[in-house]
C-alpha cells in the first residue's frame, strides 16, 4: 500500500505499521508497535476526537468505515494535514478486533490549493489594474490632448513653465499606466528573437556606473546560450528592476550576480502558480546578499503596489511588471529568499527554436532511470524541500538515508554510514554550509559522489571558489537532478576504476 496503513487494537495500540507509514512519520521499522496512536497527531484534541470519530459505535453507525481531516505530526516534530479513514476490522466471531486507519498525506495537495488560490488572486488584481489603467488612458489622454492645445495660446513664461510641469506629470502618469498594463498583460509587447546574454552584458555596463562602488557585480554567462522570443525593453527593464531591487537590500554593500543558463522543466518545478508547461527554458537568476525576504512577504510580492521599502522609495511595481511580462511572455518568475542570506529572482523564458538552431539537440526531459539502486544521502534542513527531493529520488529508483545538516551527515559518515553519493543544500544551521560537507568527503570519503544545490547564485557563496562542484540550481527539475547525480556517479565509478 503505497500510503500509510496502520492497525490498532481496542485500546488504541499500534498493532502493525506498513513500510510507508514509517517513510512519511519518519520511524523506524518496528518503532511504532506498540505504541499509543497519540504519538501520530499534532494535539492531544485531534487524538481525542479521532478516538471518538473511530469508535466501534461510530464505525458501525456509518458503515463500519469514517473519514476524518486530521494534523499529524512526524517523529522530527514537522506536522502536516492529512485525512484518516477507518474501518471496523472483525474477529473470527464477529466481534469488533480492532481498527484499520488508512491516512492520506494532503501537504502536496494544500500546496496545490494554495498555488491556484494565489493565481486566482492575481488573475482578479490584474482584470481589475487593467480596467482601471485603461479608463487612467482615456483621462491622461484627454489631459494630454488639452495641455498640447494649451501650448499654443500662452505666451506669459511663468504660464508656460506650469505647463511644462503639468506635461511633466501627466508623461509620469502615462508611464504608470503603461506598468500596471504590463502587470495585467494587456499591453502590446514587440518581441524579437534575442540572445539574452547581449541585453546582459548592455545592463551590466550601465549598471556598473550607477548602482554604487560598494556593490560587486559579476555576470556568469552561458556560452551556448539558447535563443528565446521577448520584448527586448521589457527584459532591460526587468534587470533595472531587480539590481535596483538588490542594491536597496544591500544597504551596507555585498554582492550582485546575474547568471545565464539553459534548462529544462519536467512539470515538478517549483512555482507560485504551478502552471508552467514543460520544456526547455532560457533562465536569467538574479543574485544578491542582500537582507531577504520572510514567507509573508514572499507570498504577496508580485502584488502591485505591494512593497516593503519606506514610503517615496518605491511604487510596488517593479516586481508586479516583471510578472506581467514574463507571464505574457509564457515564461515564469521564481523567486528563492532567506532573511539575512539574500535573495535570488530566477526568470524562465521559453526557448525559441529557428531554422538555425533546430540542429543544436536539446538536452533529453526523460527521467533517467539508476540502473543499480544506489544509496544517496540526502542533507537539507528544510523538511518540506528535503522531502520533495526525497520522492523525486525515490522515484528514480534511489534508496535514501537523510539528514537536517552538516553536522549530522559528517557524524554518521564518520561512523562508518554506507552510502554511494551525497545530495546536499549548500546553506545550512549548525555552522557548517555544504561546501564543508563536500570539504570533509573530499578529505575522508573520496568514495562517495557528491552533488551540491542551492537557490543562490554560485559566486554569492563565499566559500565556493574552494571546490569545483556541479551545483544544482533550485528551483531543479527531476530530470536535471537525474543528470546531475548520474554525472557524479559515473565520475565516482571513473575515479575508482581508473584506465
Keep these: 500500500v503505497p500510503e500509510p496503513l496502520v492497525i490498532t487494537g481496542i485500546g488504541r495500540q499500534i498493532l502493525l505499521a506498513n513500510p510507508a507509514a ?12 506498540g505504541k499509543s496512536t497519540a504519538v501520530l497527531y499534532e494535539l492531544v484534541d485531534d487524538f481525542v476526537r479521532v478516538g471518538q470519530s473511530f469508535g466501534f459505535h461510530q464505525l458501525e453507525e456509518t458503515g463500519n468505515h469514517r473519514s476524518v ?3 499529524f505530526r512526524r517523529k522530527n516534530g514537522e506536522t502536516f494535514p492529512g485525512q484518516l479513514m477507518g474501518a471496523v476490522i472483525r474477529g473470527p466471531s464477529g466481534a469488533n ?7 492520506r498525506d494532503l501537504t502536496h495537495e ?9 493565481m486566482q488572486r492575481l488573475e482578479a488584481i490584474g482584470q ?9 488612458n482615456n483621462l491622461l489622454t484627454i489631459i494630454t490632448g488639452n495641455l498640447e492645445l494649451l501650448e499654443d495660446h500662452l505666451t506669459d513664461p511663468k504660464g508656460a513653465d506650469h505647463l511644462k510641469r503639468a506635461q511633466g506629470a501627466a508623461e509620469a502618469g502615462a508611464r504608470l499606466t503603461s506598468r500596471l498594463l504590463t502587470f495585467a498583460r494587456r499591453r502590446r509587447l514587440e518581441p524579437q528573437i534575442v540572445d539574452l546574454n547581449d541585453q546582459v552584458r548592455a545592463m551590466t555596463e550601465l549598471l556598473n556606473r550607477t548602482l554604487g562602488g560598494n556593490i560587486q557585480l559579476s555576470a556568469r554567462l552561458c556560452p551556448n546560450l539558447w535563443k528565446t522570443r521577448i520584448d527586448p525593453s521589457e527584459i532591460e527593464n526587468a534587470i533595472l528592476n531587480l539590481a535596483i531591487n538588490s542594491r536597496d537590500a544591500m544597504p551596507g554593500g555585498g554582492k550582485l550576480v546575474i547568471e545565464t543558463s539553459n534548462v529544462v522543466l519536467d512539470g515538478d518545478a517549483s512555482f507560485s502558480d504551478s502552471v508552467t508547461a514543460p520544456g526547455n527554458y532560457v533562465r536569467m537568476s538574479v543574485s544578491d546578499t542582500g537582507t531577504g525576504m520572510s514567507s509573508d512577504v514572499l507570498r504577496r510580492v508580485f502584488e502591485p503596489f505591494f512593497t516593503t521599502k519606506a514610503p517615496g522609495r518605491g511604487t510596488g511595481l517593479g516586481l508586479s511588471t516583471i510578472y506581467g511580462f514574463v507571464k505574457q511572455s509564457n515564461g515564469n518568475v521564481m523567486i ?9 529572482v530566477n526568470i524562465y523564458l521559453p526557448h525559441y527554436v529557428t531554422l538555425h538552431s533546430q540542429d543544436q539537440t536539446p538536452p533529453t526531459t526523460g527521467v533517467v532511470q539508476s540502473p543499480a539502486g544506489e544509496t544517496i544521502y540526502v542533507v537539507e534542513d528544510n523538511p518540506e524541500v528535503r522531502n520533495v527531493a526525497v520522492t523525486r529520488l525515490e522515484r528514480l529508483g534511489y534508496r ?3 539528514a537536517e545538516t552538516a553536522v549530522d551527515a559528517i557524524a554518521r559518515l564518520s561512523s562508518g554510514l554506507a552510502v554511494d553519493a551525497i545530495f ?71 575515479r575508482k576504476n581508473p584506465v
Aim: proline content about 5%; charged content about 20%; cysteine-free.
Design 69 to 71: 481531516a486530521v494534523r
Design 400 to 402: 535514501i538515508v537523510e
Design 110 to 118: 494544500r500546496k496545490q490549493e494554495d498555488a491556484r488560490l494565489k
Design 128 to 136: 481589475l489594474t487593467g480596467g482601471v489603467a485603461h479608463d487612467f
Design 22 to 33: 514509517s517513510r512519511v512519520f519518519g520511524y523506524e521499522a518496528g518503532e511504532l508497535i
Design 336 to 344: 528563492y529568499s532567506e532573511p539575512g542570506k539574500g535573495t535570488t
Design 97 to 103: 478486533a480492532g481498527v484499520l486507519e488508512l491516512i
Design 424 to 494: 546536499s543544500d549548500v546553506v545550512m544551521p549548525g555552522g557548517q554550509s555544504g561546501f564543508d560537507l563536500a570539504a570533509w568527503a573530499a578529505s575522508h570519503r573520496p568514495d562517495l559522489a557528491v552533488v551540491l544545490t542551492s537557490g543562490f547564485a554560485e559566486d554569492v557563496m563565499p566559500e565556493s571558489s574552494a571546490f569545483h562542484l556541479p551545483i544544482l540550481r533550485k528551483p531543479y527539475s527531476q530530470a536535471e537532478l537525474a543528470v546531475a547525480l548520474r554525472n557524479a556517479l559515473v565520475a565516482r565509478i571513473a
